[in-house]
């Protein structure tokens, strides 16, 4: 599919780029808030839908499965309707989806709403970026690159809990969903407002039904395990073996038939072709497992363990956000600046994510947010150094035509692994708080000297309160039953942080050796003269205008061609 760039004169470019951009962002914004309003809003959604966790669950499932097609199914939707127009329909979409939710109780019509915000937030987060890398020039990408990060990945991570912590707690969790209307509004007046460059496409390829449908049923049985295998006990419920199969099923079966379509199925497979975007869709999984996992430990520790209500669980994540930003416009800077190499900053990012997990690992039940600080800041910094350059490193050299389905993919990756990290450190929660549990009551037994002199003072000081001998007693025993449960809990955390820690120790050397293979692979590829033309990359300098282009290209422009808007930074 080709397409003809045609530019409007009227419009100040410059002001246009900047605008589209804001349009973007806020647009990314929007899919950021209803993404994860179900993280400290959970209970007050349970308490006025009267729903039982299992039922309250499928909110969660429509939600991240539709997501999920979202993001396969928005190169296609590329392929038809203009990127700008795509990402307007969404956010609105998604403003209307919002507004309606914040006025209703009823579950089921929750369930249908939150199936709607998972697509349009899928569709509008891999179309913006998108546009993003093809209507600005490559030489701007790691600057504008940061700026769209904020929205997509540092405000769901880090300012959301915090702006719906507070709002919980001093109003209801409808007005998380209020608050995302007027945004919703702004971000399609804006990018109303910055009306590009069209563009005068060719017939596009036919959509694979097949294919979306296997896809579908793989989704949803990979959403619906990883978000309740470790409240059945994984594979101990038949129900949970049985999707687990099928999902499986599904991906091969999809997978089969995405190389029997050649080409022509629902994604560009392609792009693998090319060694970078491989090995950062590989480690896609490790960062999505070390965002959201992280992201899943910091707020449940504060709320069960620390006792921290909704808004300072919240503002805990906060100054996480802060160093995620500035460390962002850091790494950009270097990269688009002093011409640092993407690579470079990775190994940093990795290293300062870890301390900043093994700090928080030493927390107890006595700690506060100011003993956190330090490995909050941290953790901030680390995923600032780790996430622009992964996603530079996957796009900066696919072509055009195949620059959505990478995104999708990648996002796509992201995604999958955030739930397998949440799913397995709910589990390693969950068993260890057991298994702790079993130990530290196995060495607190009523015949132990330690046990009766505590038993007794605490029997003693709520006597002296005036509480009755005998009730005095039990409600000791009961104290300290607490104090037990509360202690293996804390441990639970400290091994699940350390978990996280070691997650890279394990995956750093194995996606070294990845990356080795791949370029030999690619050498001895390229030595035998099997490998294709490589296609057309995004131009690593802006292109001449395209008036000049009009009378000097001897074939039509790709589609929304890298050069054809700039803005100034």
Not at 87 to 109: E, Q
Request: net charge neutral; with cysteine; glycine share 10%.
């Amino acid at each position: 599919m080709t397409a003809v760039v045609v530019p409007l004169p009227s419009r100040d470019r410059p002001t246009a780029g900047a605008v589209l951009l804001l349009g973007i962002v806020l647009a990314a914004l929007t899919e950021a808030i209803a993404g994860t309003v179900l993280a400290l809003g959970r209970s007050d959604i349970i308490g006025d839908t009267s729903a039982t966790p299992d039922e309250f669950a499928w909110l969660d499932i429509g939600y991240t499965t539709l997501k999920l097609i979202g993001f396969v199914t928005a190169p296609w939707l590329m392929s038809r309707i203009d990127p700008r127009n795509l990402i307007i329909a969404a956010t609105l979409t998604m403003g209307l989806a919002s507004g309606i939710a914040a006025m209703t109780a009823r579950l089921d019509l929750l369930i249908a709403l939150r199936i709607v915000q998972g697509f349009c937030g899928g569709a509008l987060l891999i179309a913006g970026q998108a546009l993003v890398f093809l209507r600005y020039p490559r030489a701007h990408q790691p600057l504008l690159q940061a700026l769209f990060a904020m929205g997509a990945v540092v405000a769901p991570a880090t300012i959301a809990p915090a702006l719906q912590g507070w709002l919980v707690d001093t109003h209801s969790w409808t007005w998380i969903f209020f608050g995302i209307v007027p945004l919703a509004l702004a971000a399609a007046g804006l990018l109303l407002i910055a009306d590009g460059p069209k563009s005068a496409k060719e017939a596009p390829r036919p959509f694979d039904w097949a294919g979306f449908a296997l896809i579908s049923v793989t989704f949803f049985c990979v959403s619906y395990v990883l978000s309740q295998g470790s409240r059945w006990d994984w594979f101990e419920e038949p129900r949970i073996l049985w999707l687990a199969l099928l999902g499986v099923a599904a991906l091969l079966a999809f997978l089969g038939r995405q190389v029997m379509a050649k080409g022509r199925g629902l994604l560009d497979f392609s792009i693998f072709g090319a060694n970078d975007f491989t090995f950062a869709f590989i480690v896609s999984f490790v960062a999505g497992a070390a965002l959201s996992g992280s992201g899943f430990l910091l707020p449940s520790f504060a709320v069960s363990v620390l006792a921290l209500t909704p808004t300072d669980a919240g503002l805990l994540l906060f100054p996480s956000g802060a160093a995620f930003i500035g460390t962002l416009l850091l790494a950009a800077c270097l990269i688009q600046f002093r011409h640092l190499p993407p690579f470079a900053t990775v190994p940093f990012g990795i290293l300062i994510f870890m301390v900043a997990m093994w700090l928080l690992s030493g927390s107890s039940s006595e700690s506060g947010a100011h003993d956190m600080m330090t490995a909050v800041l941290l953790r901030g910094f680390g995923l600032g150094f780790l996430f622009l350059s992964i996603n530079l490193i996957a796009f900066s050299d696919l072509p055009s035509r195949g620059l959505a389905s990478g995104i999708g993919l990648f996002n796509t990756g992201r995604q999958l692994g955030g739930l397998m990290g949440i799913a397995a450190l709910q589990t390693l929660i969950d068993h260890h708080t057991i298994a702790n549990l079993s130990v530290l009551g196995a060495n607190i037994a009523a015949g132990r000297p330690a046990v009766m002199e505590r038993l007794a003072t605490m029997t003693a000081l709520l006597t002296a309160k005036g509480m009755d001998a005998v009730a005095a007693s039990r409600a000791a025993a009961s104290f300290l039953g607490r104090l037990v449960t509360g202690q293996s809990a804390v441990i639970a955390f400290d091994t699940a942080f350390n978990a996280v820690a070691l997650l890279f120790v394990v995956a750093a050397p194995l996606l070294v050796a990845i990356k080795i293979g791949l370029h030999k692979y690619a050498h001895a590829h390229h030595s035998a003269g099997h490998g294709p033309a490589p296609a057309e990359p995004i131009p690593l300098q802006p292109r001449a205008p395209v008036q000049e282009q009009a009378h000097t290209a001897p074939a039509p422009a790709e589609p929304f061609s890298g050069g054809a808007q700039s803005i100034r930074l």
